[in-house]
């Protein structure tokens, strides 16, 4: 598919407002956009959304440029690639690094899709035409997070997901539901948890959640299904999640009854819609997770989330969530609490390549 030249981008902007869990509080943002061209002056683009230090997935901003500079680009320029579906062989023999794979893949798939003048998501099957929006509310107290939710009921967001943990939780989702009886409320805990709360989170069944998001181990399946009998809440699996395999592996254990799939988390585009298609074939609902990210990924998002297994509103936000100013133009909206699918080439946002040099910190350019 005649790819000339990589070029990867670190950028970095402050969040508007900090986004605070029990792991890391993040008032800044990195991430590294990726820009794959062809001889005929196309550019797809990609975004690779590992934090700065390893709190959430091991990879970091830099292992993930080393992974890509030194690896996974060098591969993709020493041969032609007939097809993006070709980048899973090209990539076997690499482990892991699933950031920095899935930032490449999106911007192969990018390229592909604009080299057969078609939105991306109808690549894959995109059916829907607007894709519902839920926010995550991670604020320092309960206060602001009050507050977050309140400004955040105006734009008709349909799901709210609290970052919650074992020592403020019941007291914060009280604090909520007198607030808020009947918003469409889950929990995130990011592993907040071990099996030793068992009776602690029976309590939780008490309000009202769609569903709990990783209680336990960050690398957990076995316990998750031992939870699951215990509680009513649905649990939802984020961190657990890597792969197509964990993916069968948790249908078979009962791990949980709901799957948050981040393409970064698990590869890329053709490990997101795998597992996608596995869960649609085992009546287990999906929505799309995010990575508190700039335009770019939120825009592979968009196009993730149009395939029809992703029923649940999922972490799609508007780009004003996060940034005074996102890369993409036009910036990425709600309304209604939804968010029109585009229906250009491709991501279907152009990039804003002014916005995206004023965040950069340096750059390195790759040629066949
Ligand atoms: O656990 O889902 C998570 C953001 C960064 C890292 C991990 C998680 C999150 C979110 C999604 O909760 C936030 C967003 O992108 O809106
Ligand atoms: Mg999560």
Redesign the pocket.
């Known amino acids: 598919m005649r790819i000339s030249s990589v070029t990867i981008s670190l950028i970095s902007a402050p969040l508007k407002i900090p986004f605070l869990t029990h792991l890391e509080k993040v008032t800044k943002r990195e991430a590294i956009v990726i820009e794959v061209r062809d001889s005929d002056g196309r550019i797809g683009y990609g975004e690779a959304v590992p934090f700065s230090s390893p709190w959430?997935t091991e990879e970091t901003i830099k292992t993930c440029w080393h992974i890509l500079g030194d690896f996974l680009i060098p591969l993709v320029l020493s041969q032609p690639i007939q097809h993006p579906k070709e980048l899973v062989s090209l990539w076997a023999g690499i482990r892991r690094n699933s950031m920095a794979k899935s930032g490449l893949s999106q911007a192969i798939w990018d390229l592909y899709a604009k080299q057969e003048e078609v939105y991306l998501g109808q690549l894959f099957g995109g059916v829907r035409k607007t894709v519902a929006a839920g926010v995550?509310i991670a604020a320092d107290d309960v206060r602001k997070a009050l507050k977050q939710i309140d400004e955040f009921a105006t734009i008709g967001y349909q799901r709210y997901?609290i970052k919650i943990q074992r020592s403020t939780d019941i007291s914060v989702l009280s604090e909520i539901r007198r607030h808020f009886p009947d918003i469409p409320l889950m929990a995130?805990a990011?592993s907040s948890y071990s099996l030793l709360d068992m009776e602690h989170l029976k309590k939780l069944d008490e309000f009202n959640l769609q569903m709990i998001?990783q209680p336990l181990g960050h690398d957990d399946l076995m316990e998750h299904a031992i939870l699951q009998k215990e509680i009513k809440t649905p649990i939802c699996l984020?961190e657990s999640i890597c792969s197509f395999h964990d993916a069968k592996q948790a249908l078979m254990l009962g791990s949980g009854k709901v799957i948050s799939i981040k393409m970064s988390r698990v590869g890329g585009w053709a490990e997101a819609v795998n597992i996608h298609n596995l869960c649609v074939e085992n009546e287990i609902p999906v929505w799309c997770?995010?990575?508190?990210?700039f335009g770019i990924s939120k825009a592979h998002n968009i196009a993730l989330a149009s395939l029809h297994g992703f029923t649940i509103p999922g972490?799609l936000?508007s780009s004003s969530?996060y940034w005074e100013q996102d890369i993409v133009d036009p910036e990425i909206v709600v309304k209604n609490g939804n968010i029109t699918v585009p229906d250009g080439v491709g991501i279907g946002f152009e990039v804003d390549e002014h916005r995206l040099q004023s965040m950069m910190i340096h750059q390195q350019l790759f040629k066949v």
């Open positions: 959430y995550v997901k995130d990011n998001e984020d997770g995010g990575m508190i990210e972490d936000s969530r």
